[in-house]
């Protein structure tokens, strides 16, 4: 298997940790959004050393005002649209709506970087998109507003990958995330509260070591070999991890439509990279 699907495929397995973390820590009565601020600026602090060590500092300013554009809407918007999906509609239509990223992805990336749409990719496509329509159980009273922000928290987070390939071809890979999520971190800082218990601070550090150090580490390494297309949509095995750490951690019931929608997204992603082997 290409070294960039692994990467994406245990970048995705450690964002599928983002609902265990979230479920632990809104016992200690945290909003959201001081979650995601600890989350984005712990994980810079630890780039910024990793990038010290590593590569040495250096600013690019020239590059300042493509971050700060990144930061804001792969990091900081991306997050209070699917906040406010939740909000005003249901987590299950909020996932997925978020979930129709990889269509996203597929229309820029045909568009930005003129990689080819094939019937096996579109096909791969539907059979993911099914797979989560399954997974979420989507069976909720829909509101307008509530698909207006779904949709654009999933071209947010489809902006993510695009924004991330264009930063990876002049930058390393650590160097762009760092950036991201800095300037992520700053838009942030206004909605967020710094008071938070003592206990809670081990699951915020493991927050932003495994599914956002590590795990957008991962990714933007990937994106270096993969295209944000296909990596978008074998990312979609974030749900499927999600749900499976759910029913070993806190007992809760995969149903047996949730588990057909488990085996279509792991289908589809096989499908895509069964495609790259036979066309590489």
Known sequence: ??????????????????????????????DPFTIVFYRASIAFTLLLLYNAFKNGLTLKRQKLKFYAFYGFFSVFLFYVLYFY???????????????????????????????????????????VLLGVLFVTQLNEEVNLLGIVLGLLSGFTYALYGILGKIAVKEEKPEEALMYTLGFGALFLLPFSRFSVPLEAMPWIFALALFPTFLAYLMYNHALQEVEASRASIVATIE????????YLIFHETLSGRQTIGAVL???GALILQYEESISS
């Open 1 to 30: 298997m290409k070294r960039g699907y692994l990467l994406v495929f245990f970048a995705a397995s450690m964002w599928g940790t983002l609902g265990i973390f979230a479920k632990l820590l809104y016992r200690y009565s945290l």
């Open 85 to 127: 999906a939740v909000k005003v509609s249901s987590v299950s239509l909020a996932v997925l709506l978020l979930y129709t990223a990889p269509i996203h992805s597929t229309i820029l990336g045909y568009l930005v970087f003129k990689e080819k749409i094939t019937p096996m990719k579109l096909f791969s496509l539907s059979m």
């Open 239 to 246: 749900p499927v991890v999600a749900l499976i750490l759910a």
């Open 265 to 267: 997204i792991i289908l």
